[in-house]
């Protein structure tokens, strides 16, 4: 296909492979109409001023495509059917550019508001309302576009999106009473006395005495309900130093090591950068330098805790360690779809203006997002996670979620989640 467009840069590039990636063909570029008339293949212009009849063509929204990061004016319309974006009052619908847009995740290199750990949250989005982020709209305006550049050119393929699913577990607190060290056991048994929780205090003693199993313990009952539904796990282990907000057990504790170790031996494992890591620099390299130590093997998967997610600086990090598949792409306050897409996508720096090797793997729900930011019961959480499935499935994408191992533990405000672990999966 031979694509005529006055402003054939990086991004302009990117974005056309981001639409056309289930092209079966060579894409070729030109800024010489002559070449593009007389060219008798399948092709689009790209253009204001359509100099010659053409069957297909997009107008382009320029301001994408000029190397810079401003404000833009963008608004949600209708497209085909679909919710699309529109920029600086167009009522033109530039595919390549709102395709751009969300991937680049362009909002989110402005001057945007923040919540107390320092993220993005949904409802300052373009696309945060809710009609809006739980469509993978990206991926419905593909199809869309595939199918009218088969009415042009009937001759020209595309390979057939199939629909896939994915767990993935974040481990944030490996035990909930086991392997804490004595300072953090005792200052547990005695909070528990102090603030009259006698049953927990009770549960603990229980655990510690080896009379009960630990309820954060549901690695095993994680494995069998996935391998009984055939979904392929991926798990993030929480290794920084201990902190308000990173609690988990001392990387050097044997039984934690080996628990790793079982799972990395059947399953893929990441590195969950710790609170920190987003602010120190030499927090990174140390937490994963640890995990492989105890796999022994490079570690190239990560998902950042608590979500922390700021452009470009997490993913230039990321790529300095080597990291080559990054899952932290959601929201905390609420699910859907943060770059409109359910599909592993190439993340594009918009500060260099270039394509990188780090894969972006979105996610389109969390548990303690539907729990504890949305408070939606148990059936509620359910039907959600259904809708969005059914979604993804229309589009043949990848329905990702994000769970914790302690939200199954049946435990506090956990109580009933396991059959909502059951039933989205």
């Not at 297909?56 to 004016?73: A, C, F, K, R, Y």
């Not at 972006?360 to 303690?368: L, S, Y």
Request: net charge negative.
């Amino acid at each position: 296909m031979l694509i005529f467009a006055e402003n054939i840069g990086s991004r302009f590039r990117y974005a056309t492979g981001m639409v056309l990636r289930n092209y079966e063909g060579e894409i070729q570029f030109t800024v010489d109409s002559n070449a593009f008339e007389s060219f008798s293949g399948p092709k689009m212009y790209y253009g204001i001023v359509v100099q010659h009849e053409v069957a297909l063509s997009v107008t382009p929204v320029e301001e994408m495509w000029n190397d810079l990061i401003g404000p833009l004016q963008v608004s949600i319309g209708n497209w085909q059917g679909y919710h699309a974006l529109y920029f600086n009052g167009s009522v033109q619908f530039d595919i390549f550019a709102a395709t751009f847009y969300l991937l680049t995740r362009y909002e989110e290199y402005l001057d945007i508001p923040v919540d107390k750990h320092h993220r993005f949250e949904a409802r300052h989005s373009i696309t945060g309302n809710k009609d809006v982020l739980r469509e993978p709209i990206v991926d419905q305006w593909r199809m869309v576009f595939e199918a009218e550049i088969k009415k042009v050119f009937p001759e020209v393929l595309f390979r057939k999106q199939i629909f896939s699913s994915e767990l993935t577990i974040d481990v944030d607190s490996a035990f909930a009473y086991r392997h804490k060290g004595l300072y953090r056991t005792m200052g547990g048994l005695a909070k528990d006395f102090t603030q009259l929780r006698f049953g927990n205090f009770i549960k603990r003693l229980s655990v510690l005495a080896g009379v009960s199993k630990d309820p954060y313990e549901t690695y095993s009952y994680i494995s069998e309900i996935a391998t009984s539904k055939q979904r392929p796990v991926t798990w993030f282990f929480l290794l920084s130093d201990f902190s308000e907000e990173d609690i988990n057990v001392p990387h050097t504790n044997n039984y934690f090591r080996k628990l790793i170790q079982r799972i990395a031996s059947t399953d893929k494992v990441g590195i969950h950068p710790g609170y920190a890591s987003n602010d120190e620099p030499g927090k990174l390299p140390i937490e994963k330098n640890r995990l492989e130590n105890i796999i022994g093997t490079s570690v190239t998967n990560s998902r950042q805790h608590y979500l922390r997610l700021r452009f470009p600086s997490t993913y230039q990090k990321l790529i300095e360690e080597k990291i080559t598949d990054d899952y932290t792409m959601g929201y905390s306050d609420d699910i859907g779809f943060r770059a409109g897409t359910s599909l592993a996508f190439p993340w594009f720096d918009l500060s260099k203006n270039e394509v990188t090797n780090l894969m972006i793997h979105p996610f389109v729900a969390m548990d303690t997002t539907l729990n504890k930011y949305l408070q939606l019961s148990p059936q509620e959480s359910i039907n959600c996670c259904l809708e969005l499935k059914s979604r993804i499935e229309d589009t043949g994408g990848n329905y990702c979620l994000l769970w914790h191992n302690e939200t199954i533990s049946e435990k506090a405000i956990w109580k009933g989640w396991r059959h909502v672990f059951e039933s989205v999966i």
